[in-house]
């Protein structure tokens, strides 16, 4: 497709959305629930997208996808709602936003801040999804000369550099969470030879685990632990009365947009790295570059936009490997990629031959998700922080009941439940354990590509493993591998450390015995 | 949920050198939280190590070179070859935590006595966990598969929001365990098959019942406290409202069918076609 044809196309699919009644509902719908979900503390934007699957599952795929979309975009924006009210982060996304929209909300400026963050969550949803509809086209048509030897190493990598960027404490945590949620993906009969593996005679284990459950298991159910078993008491909400968008703020800080979008969609990009760690990265650089750096933690707007930014351009990044190469940039967009594959499209590759124009349609969508988010948040803020109010051992058992809905209404199978649960325990304590949980879902949704393109892979070159490293894709992602893996280890750090220290020591003998410095040694 | 925290990534350890470990074993504030990593790493590695122990025993099952429904196989496509890497993967990652949890016990008094420790949660937190495991667990084990849907979701949501809104603590224990005995009065009413044959819905009578006996025995604690008696009518209100509209909602919007549709939900049934057959 030309570019004026993709044009035709983008506005033909606005223009298609905006007018239907039942389109634009779901869209306005979809965008505030995700705002509610983003808002409460404790829910979290895949455990929406995860429930809004089920809800979602029989209806057309243009539908499904607008509400999806809706509930990831809203759900980003909404967490900023808790951090600047009451200091609590409602998603990790917008844990950088307390750092100076508290302060602005303690100084009676919680309209503005919200403001703000509102105006901020726009423009970096929109370039975010400009960069996707760029850059996408270039990777899908570089992705169809992939073989099975780049795709293996692809998940492998995406797994790995994950693990690697979301571990809090020993970075082998987050590998070894990798590696049991590639080990849940092992289970069933294997997609080459039927072969049941891990079933131990269980019938409901031969198709695999469903994404659904697992992912409602992992990120609904320790949540509800924790929150309720933690005596949460949220203070009340600072008071808001109307938002302001404050475009002058915005357009005095248009650099650090710019940048930050881009952080963002640079980290987005990145298998299984979510929106959290974009806000911080984008946070740091913005203060770094700042004129008012010591202002930072006390109320600066440019934390605030800078954070805000970059987290919502994090989906327009996540989406560009989820949709060309079918390897999620993080938490919510692995929920999307169960949803997409339930509603019959296969992301990757092969996308922009089977649905042409997909991504396009996928653009238009974002465009209207966020400009219903933009008004649902200036006209409805004030409203959705009244729920702010509403206790949590009263919210938390309602989404504890969605959750069962939601786990067992796509399958219908009692089994999902138990799954679940299991699931929930066992995520509550690698929590608590300080293991990431992103690696986790990453490998299990990378889990069975990464086993089929190995052995097809091997199969095609009779067992020998020479191809993964001639080949040049396949080559760089295993250098980037090794690379991110030794840079961990202790020894390779103090290595490092050494032979930069040298470095410096030579430069600064090089200096002093230069006699054009005018010192002499 | 603590307020916002420090960018992760300068949080995360330098690496495990013997030095850093001797520092984390001197007095810091820090090292409560240390100590209670590093324990639970002995005990996860050594988990870990059986499990993937396990996972590569039973991986030794899998055709690795003999054929399968007709196939010769090699390693290269074998289905063992993945559950080999990763369990072998596993196994050493799992090796390298355990090993790193005992050189710290080993700075800090030795491996048997940071075992031998109990965590820094206290009692209350416990008990609240517990009872968030119980409700969830008695709700998804016993009464989704036998007791109508409706049934099981109020008396759930009305047990659990009772319990965690009135942040009574004897309200919240007496709740925990009176679910823990209906979960496990329904789960052996379950097995007597002759049950079903003499009553129609004997599973949603005793769960009726067991509302019922609920809403007495609460009202009994609770009596005498004022503030205790509004929140205890909210709660009951807002259990019932959003298990109404679940139910509704799934079953008569979605035509989503539910777990399990017994006496209340074939009530709505008849309500649906009386609606239906007067329009």
């Given at each position: 497709m030309d570019v004026l044809d993709q044009l035709g196309v983008f506005f033909t699919s606005i223009a298609g959305i905006a007018s239907q009644p039942t389109n634009f509902l779901v869209l306005l719908g979809a965008t505030l629930s995700g705002i509610l979900f983003g808002a409460l503390p404790g829910l979290t934007a895949t455990l929406g997208v995860a429930l809004l699957t089920s809800l979602t599952y029989g209806m057309p795929v243009d539908t499904a996808l607008i509400a999806l979309l809706g509930m990831y975009v809203g759900a980003i924006y909404g967490g900023s709602y808790p951090s600047i009210l009451i200091n609590i982060p409602g998603t990790a996304a917008a844990a950088a936003t307390a750092m100076d929209g508290y302060p602005l909300a303690q100084r009676g400026e919680g309209g503005r801040a919200l403001g703000l963050t509102t105006t901020a969550s726009f423009i970096g949803t929109v370039l975010g999804l400009v960069v996707l509809a760029v850059a996408a086209p270039l990777i899908a048509s570089l992705a169809l000369k992939f073989t099975s030897f780049e795709f293996f190493v692809l998940a492998f990598f995406g797994i790995t550099i994950s693990g690697t960027l979301t571990s809090k404490d020993l970075v082998y945590k987050g590998w070894i969470a990798g590696l049991l949620g590639l080990a849940l993906a092992l289970?069933?009969?294997?997609?080459?030879?039927?072969?049941?593996?891990?079933?131990?005679?269980?019938?409901?284990?031969?198709?695999?685990?469903?994404?659904?459950?697992?992912?409602?298991?992992?990120?609904?159910?320790?949540?509800?632990?924790?929150?309720?078993?933690?005596?949460?008491?949220?203070?009340?909400?600072?008071?808001?009365?109307?938002?302001?968008?404050?475009?002058?703020?915005?357009?005095?800080?248009?650099?650090?947009?710019?940048?930050?979008?881009?952080?963002?969609?640079?980290?987005?990009?990145?298998?299984?790295?979510?929106?959290?760690?974009?806000?911080?990265v984008s946070y740091g650089a913005a203060k770094n570059s700042s004129k008012n750096a010591d202002k930072f933690g006390q109320g600066e707007p440019t934390g605030l936009i800078s954070s805000e930014t970059a987290n919502n351009a994090c989906i327009g990044g996540a989406l560009i490997p989820l949709l060309t190469l079918g390897i999620p940039g993080s938490p919510p967009a692995a929920m999307l990629l169960g949803a997409l594959m339930l509603h019959g499209v296969q992301p990757g590759p092969m996308l922009p031959v089977e649905h042409p124009d997909f991504l396009v349609r996928v653009t238009a969508i974002l465009v209207l998700a966020s400009l219903s988010m933009w008004i649902c948040g200036m006209l409805l803020a004030p409203q959705v922080i009244k729920l702010l109010r509403v206790p949590t051992g009263i919210f938390l058992p309602i989404v504890g009941v969605l959750c069962v809905v939601g786990s067992?209404?796509?399958?219908?199978?009692?089994?999902?439940?138990?799954?679940?649960?299991?699931?929930?325990?066992?995520?509550?304590?690698?929590?608590?354990?300080?293991?990431?949980?992103?690696?986790?879902?990453?490998?299990?949704?990378?889990?069975?590509?990464?086993?089929?393109?190995?052995?097809?892979?091997?199969?095609?070159s009779k067992g020998s493993l020479l191809p993964f490293f001639t080949r040049p894709v396949s080559l760089f992602f295993i250098a980037i591998t090794v690379l991110v893996v030794l840079s961990q280890l202790p020894w390779t750090r103090s290595l490092m450390r050494t032979v930069v220290q040298s470095f410096v020591g030579l430069l600064r003998r090089g200096r002093a015995s230069n006699p054009l410095n005018g010192d002499h040694s | 949920m603590r307020p916002a925290p420090g960018p992760t990534e300068a949080e995360r350890p330098e690496g495990t050198g013997h030095a850093q470990l001797a520092e984390e074993a001197s007095a810091t504030p820090t090292d409560i939280e240390q100590r209670n990593l590093r324990r639970s790493d002995l005990k996860a590695g050594l988990l870990l190590c059986l499990l993937s122990l396990a996972m590569l025993w039973k991986a030794g099952e899998f055709p690795l070179a003999d054929s399968y429904g007709g196939v010769q196989n090699a390693w290269y496509v074998s289905p063992a070859l993945m559950p080999l890497i990763v369990g072998s993967a596993l196994l050493i990652l799992s090796l390298v935590l355990t090993a790193n949890a005992v050189r710290y016990a080993q700075l800090t008094g030795g491996a048997a006595k940071l075992l031998r420790e109990s965590g820094a949660k206290n009692v209350e937190y416990r008990v609240r966990l517990s009872a968030v495991v119980l409700f969830f667990s008695g709700f998804i084990y016993a009464f989704t598969p036998n007791v109508d849907f409706f049934i099981a979701t109020l008396l759930f949501l009305s047990c659990f929001v009772v319990s965690f809104y009135l942040e009574l603590p004897a309200v919240l224990r007496f709740n925990a365990l009176f679910y823990l005995v209906s979960s496990v009065a329904v789960a052996l009413a379950s097995q007597v098959a002759v049950l079903e044959q003499t009553i129609h819905y004997p599973l949603d009578i005793l769960a009726g019942s067991f509302f019922l006996a609920f809403l007495t025995l609460n009202v009994r604690m609770i009596w005498s406290e004022r503030g205790a008696q509004v929140k205890f009518v909210r709660a009951l209100s807002v259990s019932s409202a959003v298990t109404l509209i679940v139910v509704v909602i799934f079953k008569y919007g979605l035509l989503v069918p539910l777990p399990t549709e017994g006496a209340a939900i074939r009530g709505m049934d008849s309500i649906q076609a009386m609606i239906r057959g007067s329009r």
């Open positions: 289970i069933g009969r294997d997609s080459l030879q039927s072969f049941p593996r891990y079933t131990f005679g269980f019938s409901e284990l031969d198709g695999g685990l469903d994404v659904v459950p697992v992912l409602i298991g992992a990120f609904g159910v320790p949540q509800i632990m924790d929150v309720l078993s933690k005596k949460l008491s949220l203070t009340k909400p600072k008071r808001v009365k109307r938002l302001l968008p404050e475009f002058g703020a915005i357009v005095k800080n248009l650099h650090h947009i710019v940048r930050s979008a881009m952080i963002g969609v640079g980290i987005g990009s990145v298998p299984g790295v979510g929106e959290d760690i974009a806000g911080w067992y209404a796509l399958g219908l199978n009692q089994f999902n439940l138990y799954l679940m649960m299991i699931v929930g325990i066992a995520a509550y304590a690698l929590q608590q354990m300080q293991y990431p949980i992103s690696p986790l879902v990453i490998g299990l949704i990378l889990g069975p590509m990464a086993d089929e393109n190995l052995r097809r892979a091997l199969m095609v | -």
